[in-house]
C-alpha cells in the first residue's frame, strides 16, 4: 500500500511514491519556465503547470505497478492562483511570489496593516494573492469579472483531479485572504476585492478527505481504484512535516528558489513586534501547531544566478560528466569565512524588512579576491539574513534550538557548515531531504492507515547527521554581525539620496 506525495514548486514539479515504511519507491520531475512580460512581472502558465503535475503522477505512480499508490496529497507554493472562467479555462497567467507588480496597491488597499494582521497573520508585502488580486481589479476587471473560480496550484490540481476542489488551512493563508482565528474565508477582506466566497474553494485541514478518483482518472494516471486525495499544505510547512521539525523549538531549513526558515510554534503569535518585522503566524501542517517564516526572496536563484554569469566551466563539466552543475559549483568555495559583506538583495528582500528598493551590494572585494571567496560571500549575506530573525524571534518567547535541512541545499556538506557557524545552532541533515513530498506522503498515508502522523513521522523520517558549528568560525560571524546590521540602512541612505545605484 503505497502513497505519493506532489510538491509544486516555482521551476518545477516532483512526485515522489513511498511505501508504508517511508522508502522512496520511484520519483518523476518536470520542470517549466518562469514567464517574465515586463521587468518585476513573474508568471506561471497555469495549464501547464498542472499537465507537468499530472505527467509526474502518471509516471512515477506507473513505476510501482506492484504496490500501487491508493492515497496522495498536495505541497504547493503560496500566493500564487489561477482564475477559471466557467468552462474550466484559464483566465490569466498565476503571478508567482517574487511578481512585484502589486507594490502600489499597498498603500490603496483600504483595511489597514494592523487589522490586515489581526484577520491574516501576515502583513502587507505585493507577494500575495490579496494585493495581486487588487492590481487585477485596477488593471484588468475583465478577468475578475469573468472568473467562476479563484485557485491556488493545490485546489487547481484538484479540480484538473475531477474533484470538488479543496485547500489546505495552511495554503489558504498565504493568500491574505483568510481569518487564521476562525479558519476561514474573511468576508471582509473578499469583499474589498470584489469577491464571493463561493469563487473559493472549501478549506481544510491538512490530512482531511478532499474526494477518491473515478475509476477513469485513477486508471489515467496509474493509480489504484479509488485513490484517495487529503489535503496538504503550503510547501513550507509540509517541507517541516516531512523534515520532523513538528515541535515548538524545531525549525526547518529550506534552499529552494526562496530560502526559507520554518518555525513550529504551539500557538499563534499575533504581536506587535513580530508584524513590525513581517513575521507572519499561520497554521500548521499538524494540528494543534502553527508556524512563523523567516525568509529570503533571494535564495537559490542566487546560485542559478551565479551559475549562469560565473559558471561556464562548471556548466560545461557538468554536461560532460553527467555530475549536479550546483555540486561542481559549490565544490570551488573558499573553505575559509570571506573578508567580504554582502547584502543578498538580489529581489526583494524577505523579512524582516521587506525592502523592495535597496539594492543588493558587494563589499570588499580587491584584485586578490578568487571567485570562491565571492561565491561563500553571497551565501554568507544570504544565511546572515535569515539570522537577523532569530533574535527577534527570540524577544517574544520563539526559541530555536534545532535546525532541520530539506531542499537542494541540505545535500552540500558545506554550505551546510557555513549556515551552522553563522547561525552558530546545529542543523540536522534527514536521510531524504525532499521534505515537501515526505509530508504529503505522510499526511495521504496516515489517511488510510489511521496512523498517527507524528508516530508515522518517527517511523519515516531518519537523520543522517548532525552538523555542528566550529567554535572559531561562529565567533568570527558573531563580531561580524554588527557590520552586516550597518550595511542595508548605509546603502539604503545612499540609494535614497543619490539614486545612482537604481539607474545604472
Known amino acids: 500500500m503505497s502513497t505519493l506525495g506532489l510538491d509544486i514548486g516555482t521551476s518545477g514539479c516532483k512526485a515522489v511514491v513511498f511505501d508504508d515504511c517511508g522508502r522512496q519507491l520511484s520519483s518523476a ?55 477559471l472562467d466557467e468552462k474550466g479555462q484559464v483566465l490569466a497567467n498565476a503571478m508567482v511570489s517574487s511578481d512585484q507588480r502589486a507594490v502600489d ?37 475583465d478577468i475578475l469579472d ?12 484538484h ?33 474589498t476585492v470584489g469577491l464571493r466566497m463561493e469563487q473559493l474553494s472549501r478549506p481544510l485541514e491538512s490530512g482531511a478527505a478532499v474526494g477518491r478518483l473515478s475509476k477513469s482518472m485513477s486508471e489515467t494516471l496509474n493509480l489504484a481504484t479509488g485513490t484517495i486525495v487529503v489535503a496538504g499544505g503550503h510547501d513550507q510547512v509540509c517541507a517541516a512535516l516531512g523534515s520532523g521539525a513538528v515541535d515548538p523549538g524545531q525549525a526547518a531549513l529550506g534552499s529552494g528558489t526562496v530560502e526559507c526558515i520554518t518555525v513550529t510554534t504551539a500557538e499563534p503569535f499575533i504581536d506587535f513586534k513580530l508584524m513590525q518585522s513581517n513575521l507572519c503566524a499561520y497554521p500548521h501542517t499538524m494540528t494543534d501547531r502553527y508556524a512563523t ?5 533571494t535564495g537559490g536563484n542566487l546560485l542559478q544566478w551565479f551559475r549562469d554569469e560565473w559558471s561556464s566551466r562548471e556548466v560545461n563539466a557538468a554536461e560532460r560528466s553527467h555530475q549536479d552543475v550546483y555540486e561542481l559549483i559549490l565544490d570551488g568555495m573558499a573553505t575559509q569565512p570571506s573578508s567580504l559583506l554582502v547584502l543578498p538583495y538580489f529581489a526583494a528582500s524577505g523579512t524582516p524588512y521587506f525592502d523592495s528598493l535597496t539594492p543588493a551590494a558587494i563589499l570588499g572585494l580587491r ?33 530555536v534550538h534545532e ?18 557557524d553563522i547561525f552558530n545552532l546545529p542543523i540536522s541533515v534527514p536521510e531524504l531531504t525532499e521534505a515537501g513530498c515526505l509530508g504529503c506522503a505522510v ?43 550597518a550595511l542595508r540602512p548605509m546603502l539604503r541612505a545612499f540609494e535614497e539620496k543619490h539614486g545612482v545605484i537604481s539607474e545604472l
Open 443 to 485: 499526511l495521504a498515508y496516515a489517511a488510510i492507515s489511521d496512523e498517527d502522523p507524528t508516530s508515522l513521522l518517527k517511523r519515516w523520517v531518519r537523520i543522517r547527521e548532525v552538523v555542528m558549528p566550529i567554535p572559531e568560525n561562529a565567533e568570527f560571524y558573531r563580531t561580524r554581525r554588527d557590520a552586516y546590521l
Open 29 to 83: 520531475r518536470r520542470n517549466y519556465k518562469v514567464i517574465s512580460p515586463q521587468l518585476g512581472q513573474a508568471e506561471l502558465d497555469s495549464a501547464a503547470v498542472g499537465d507537468a503535475c499530472l505527467s509526474v503522477i502518471k509516471e512515477t505512480a506507473g513505476s510501482c505497478s506492484s504496490d500501487p499508490v491508493c492515497s496522495l496529497a498536495i505541497s504547493s507554493q503560496g500566493e500564487a492562483f489561477t482564475l
Open 367 to 399: 584584485l586578490a579576491t578568487s571567485r570562491g571567496e565571492v561565491l561563500r560571500g553571497l551565501l554568507e549575506g544570504l544565511a546572515f539574513e535569515l539570522a537577523l530573525n532569530f533574535q527577534i524571534l527570540s524577544d517574544v518567547g520563539v526559541s
Open 105 to 141: 496597491e499597498l498603500d490603496s488597499c483600504p483595511i489597514s496593516t494592523e487589522a490586515l494582521y489581526r484577520i491574516t497573520g501576515h502583513t502587507p508585502h505585493p507577494m500575495f494573492s490579496l494585493f495581486k488580486l487588487l492590481w487585477l481589479r485596477r488593471k484588468r476587471p
Open 146 to 157: 469573468r472568473a467562476r473560480y479563484l485557485l491556488c496550484f493545490e485546489d487547481y490540481i
Open 293 to 297: 517564516l523567516a525568509y529570503n526572496l
Open 403 to 420: 535546525l532541520i535541512a530539506t531542499g537542494g541545499g541540505a545535500r552540500n556538506r558545506a554550505w551546510l557548515q557555513l549556515r551552522s
Open 159 to 191: 479540480y484538473r483531479l475531477g474533484l470538488q476542489p479543496a485547500i489546505s488551512h495552511s495554503l489558504a493563508a498565504r493568500t491574505m485572504l483568510y481569518d487564521v482565528r476562525v479558519q476561514n474565508w474573511s468576508r471582509e477582506i473578499l469583499d
